[in-house]
């Protein structure tokens, strides 16, 4: 068996460690969210084997064929790609959180198709922070009103906010992002809504994205290796 991936989540979760350390924030305060995305069930295995419970996936069709294929494990499932108006029954049906909600029509859809069976789905909205052309997510200026009508939903749980900045030239460049999606969270915090999920930080930007308050990173690169 190839111990690469145990090996490589140990240094991700040092750097977690470390990062926390750094920021004065205590290390269960940060989870780690594995992107298994073009990995097999196999690679989630040996994951799971070395302790990881909670996967990313952003290819619908893909993860739902994973997720089947390893129904026997106590796996936690997170949607965090672009979601299709005609794929919300699939991630309602089989994902546990959506990072990745970004407009009223995904979110209506998501709570209407929820199984009853199910507890609530748990979302974040992806925030579009530094104003990138062709990246999904909202802007900030529509992120209030968004999160207000998400939060009225029945079927879902408002849980915080997601952010998929481009690379920075500098880690200062890199965290002052990451303190505007801060500043959001707060924001919507400060409003009354009871938000515990900062999703921010990936294989690159981790430290930055930490001391700047991230309560979740998705890695997927450092935990897998290259896609
Ligand atoms: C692929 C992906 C990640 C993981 O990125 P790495 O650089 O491989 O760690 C995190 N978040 C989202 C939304 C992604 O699409």
């Known amino acids: 068996m190839n111990s690469s991936i145990a090996n490589n989540i140990?240094?991700?979760?040092?750097?977690?460690?470390?990062?926390?350390?750094?920021?004065?924030?205590?290390?269960g305060s940060v989870h780690l969210l594995a992107v298994s995305k073009t990995w097999g069930p196999d690679a989630v295995r040996q994951a799971h084997a070395a302790g990881l419970t909670a996967f990313g996936e952003n290819y619908i069709q893909e993860a739902v064929d994973k997720i089947t294929a390893l129904h026997d494990l106590p796996l936690q499932w997170h949607c965090i790609g672009p979601i299709q108006s005609n794929k919300t029954r699939l991630?309602?049906?089989?994902?546990?959180?959506?990072?990745?909600?970004?407009?009223?029509?995904?979110?209506?859809?998501?709570?209407e198709q929820r199984p009853a069976h199910l507890p609530p789905l748990q979302v974040c909205i992806q925030v579009n922070v530094d104003g990138g052309q062709t990246k999904s997510g909202v802007s900030p200026q529509e992120l209030p009103a968004l999160a207000q009508a998400v939060a009225a939903l029945p079927r879902l749980q408002l849980r915080g906010l997601m952010t998929i900045p481009e690379p920075a030239p500098s880690q200062a460049q890199m965290r002052s992002v990451h303190a505007q999606a801060q500043a959001l969270f707060e924001a919507l915090r400060q409003q009354g809504l009871p938000l515990?999920?900062?999703?921010?930080?990936?294989?690159?930007?981790?430290?930055?994205?930490?001391?700047?308050?991230s309560t979740l990173v998705r890695v997927g690169t450092a935990i897998f290796g290259q896609r």
């Open 196 to 213: 515990d999920t900062l999703s921010m930080g990936m294989s690159g930007d981790m430290a930055a994205a930490i001391a700047e308050g």
């Open 10 to 27: 140990a240094h991700v979760q040092a750097q977690i460690w470390a990062a926390c350390q750094a920021a004065g924030r205590a290390p």
């Open 91 to 111: 991630v309602a049906e089989h994902f546990d959180w959506v990072h990745s909600v970004d407009r009223l029509k995904i979110a209506q859809r998501l709570s």
